[in-house]
């Protein structure tokens, strides 16, 4: 079935640093999703890419709809204690029902 | 001004209770979902209703009972909770279930269940 593969687990950097992690599938996706889940909270919609190729920016987060549509990378520059979180990327599931298939999550730390 | 909100945030309670989790959006979406969070952190769908149909039941106990009384509101009923119940739950909204951007879900603050 469709999975999502998303690396690395867990990151530990330097506050200014800049950040990059990804999501791979065997499968084909028409839309990535990025969310960000900060302790306590639920998941926040940070991107959404809905075309192959397309490169979006928000703030100082950037992501990238892979040309393939098996793949998307998010990156964060410069980063601030308060990226501190779960970085999730998302894809709806072939099925019209509009489940989504989750990575496994990035847990981000930064160290200031 | 809350767009997807749950209650309660926490929730306590004895083994073999039931209880009930409430969401309601105000986005106008057409489609609300139930995920439960595990303690690894993964994110599994429970359940989904499209205008106030179910339309993905994903292999849950039937302990577990969403109910939709309008477009707006989809509510959780656990029956005779077990240990393993505790988790995080998440209500969530899309506009509609295909087309692009449709898909996109906007998720509440979570549900912390905890079965003593």
């Known amino acids: 079935g469709q999975q999502l593969n998303q690396s690395p687990q867990s990151m530990f950097i330097q506050e200014g640093e800049d950040v990059s992690m990804n999501c791979t599938s065997s499968?084909?996706?028409?839309?990535w999703l990025w969310y960000k889940q900060e302790p306590g909270e639920g998941p926040v919609l940070l991107i959404a890419l809905y075309k192959a190729g397309e490169l979006t920016s928000n703030g100082r987060l950037t992501a990238q709809f892979g040309i393939t549509r098996k793949d998307s990378f998010l990156n964060i520059s410069a980063s601030i204690p308060s990226d501190v979180g779960i970085y999730f990327c998302?894809?709806?599931?072939?099925?019209?029902?509009?489940?989504?298939?989750f990575g496994q999550g990035t847990t981000l730390q930064v160290k200031p | 001004d809350t767009a997807v909100s749950q209650t309660p945030k926490y929730l306590v309670t004895q083994m073999g209770n039931d209880k009930s989790i409430k969401c309601e959006q105000n986005l106008g979406h057409d489609t609300m979902y139930w995920y439960k969070q595990d303690s690894k952190k993964f994110l599994k769908i429970m359940f989904s209703?499209?205008?106030?149909?179910?339309?993905i039941n994903e292999t849950v106990p039937n302990r577990f009972s969403p109910k939709s009384p309008d477009k707006a509101h989809l509510n959780l009923h656990i029956n005779s909770l077990e240990l393993g119940d505790s988790a995080v739950y998440f209500c969530?909204?899309?506009?509609?279930?295909?087309?692009?951007?449709?898909?996109?879900?906007?998720f509440g603050p979570g549900t912390r269940l905890l079965v003593l």
């Open positions: 969530a909204s899309s506009q509609g279930t295909s087309g692009v951007g449709e898909e996109t879900q906007y």
């Open positions: 998302a894809g709806p599931r072939s099925s019209n029902t509009g489940k989504l298939i």
């Open positions: 499968s084909i996706f028409n839309t």
């Open positions: 209703y499209n205008n106030k149909e179910l339309i």
